[in-house]
């Protein structure tokens, strides 16, 4: 439920771009930046609170972050300054830097070694069930009752969740050991860098063409379906993400490589048809498929490469995962300005390339490895 908030909340504006453009008399190229900002209030805040609140009880810490969701979805939803929903839009980004720095350590320390990965995983379920279901709702309901609803929904359900948190959540403190850890030492750990590298230019991809999707779609003269092609994103990630929740625990280096070889594949029938229907729907759903379980591999590939440092990780992961999505919708925006949206299938495919060589050229790594081949 966390992260499917999180999700939720960072990506809404991408269905409804044209509907929070007009509302607020701006350009769908600057309102693309209300993700952008979002991801550089995680960018920004999540190493130094993860290093600032090691040794907070992560129950609670959880809880403030989620009732930091409420209140900068309220604001969005009822704010008519512009100035003031980027405000938010940061903020809300601060929080999101907080809830990701501890959700995948806090999934691994309920399971024994050997369901790591798959207690990641589940932990994980609410990125595509955002996308699967989530934003098509909310491109819905901005269709149909306006944008700013979608985003008190959103605060409702973080009122909910943190009354869920305090029923049922088991309230672990930080690992003795993980104090211990710097910044610095933990980035330079075997196999931190490599991850981080393929993780940052795959996700660097994804949010070019996810971004700006409708104009993207406009080229196949889509854009009515926006919706729709949402969901089919959402509902092949959701698949993708089962598949690798049961497979991830052996077959980690394999599943990284397929991941990134079908988005590549499926960036590439969007620089060679990007004008046929039924062509994006196959590209969609492949795109879907490859990206719904991928945090989930990435999270597991360094939580395997930082050991007992995991939580300081995590938040270096954090970092570098809001940089690529930032950079994605800044770069898309610039894009979309100068060269129109044809172009952002060229950029991704050149970035994807670059993170398949990387992940094949270290994919005989420890890291890569399952948690049960580790064992």
């Not at 939720?8 to 309102?31: F, K």
């Not at 932990?123 to 309901?141: K, N």
């Not at 590439?268 to 379980?293: D, M, N, Q, R």
């Amino acid at each position: 439920m966390a992260s499917f908030i999180v999700i939720l909340t960072e990506v809404l504006p991408a269905g409804l771009l044209p509907q929070i453009a007009a509302s607020l008399n701006s350009s769908e190229a600057l309102m693309g930046q209300l993700i952008t900002v979002y991801a550089l209030g995680s960018l920004v805040s999540a190493i130094p609170l993860a290093a600032a609140t090691q040794g907070v009880d992560r129950r609670t810490l959880l809880m403030i972050a989620i009732a930091g969701f409420g209140i900068v979805n309220t604001i969005t939803a009822i704010s008519d300054n512009l100035a003031v929903i980027f405000v938010a839009r940061f903020l809300g980004g601060v929080a999101a830097g907080l809830v990701w720095s501890m959700i995948a350590g806090y999934a691994a320390r309920m399971v024994p070694e050997s369901q790591k990965g798959r207690a990641i995983a589940i932990a994980m379920a609410g990125t595509p069930l955002a996308l699967t279901v989530g934003i098509p709702i909310g491109a819905f309901l901005g269709n149909f009752v306006g944008w700013r609803i979608a985003f008190g929904l959103i605060s409702a359900l973080a009122l909910l969740l943190i009354f869920w948190i305090m029923a049922k959540l088991p309230a672990f403190p930080t690992n003795g050991e993980e104090k211990r850890q710097n910044v610095a030492g933990v980035f330079v750990l075997p196999g931190m860098r490599p991850v981080m590298a393929t993780m940052l230019l795959y996700v660097l991809a994804h949010s070019i063409l996810y971004t700006y999707i409708s104009p993207l779609l406009a080229l196949a003269e889509l854009v009515q379906r926006t919706d729709f092609i949402l969901l089919v994103f959402g509902g092949t990630s959701l698949v993708g993400l089962l598949l690798v929740g049961i497979l991830v625990d052996r077959w980690l280096r394999q599943l990284a490589l397929t991941s990134t070889a079908l988005f590549l594949f499926a960036s590439v029938l969007f620089v060679l048809f990007p004008a046929s229907p039924s062509v994006v729907y196959v590209s969609v759903g492949l795109w879907g498929f490859a990206f719904g379980g991928v945090a989930t591999l990435f999270v597991t590939a360094i939580a395997n490469a930082a050991g007992p440092a995991q939580d300081v990780a995590q938040s270096i992961t954090t970092t570098v995962w809001n940089t690529a999505i930032g950079a994605g919708s800044l770069v898309g925006g610039m894009l979309l300005d100068r060269f129109g949206a044809h172009s952002f299938s060229y950029a991704a495919t050149a970035t994807l390339l670059a993170a398949l060589l990387i992940s094949w050229l270290t994919r005989n790594k420890f890291y890569w490895r399952g948690a049960t081949a580790l064992a």
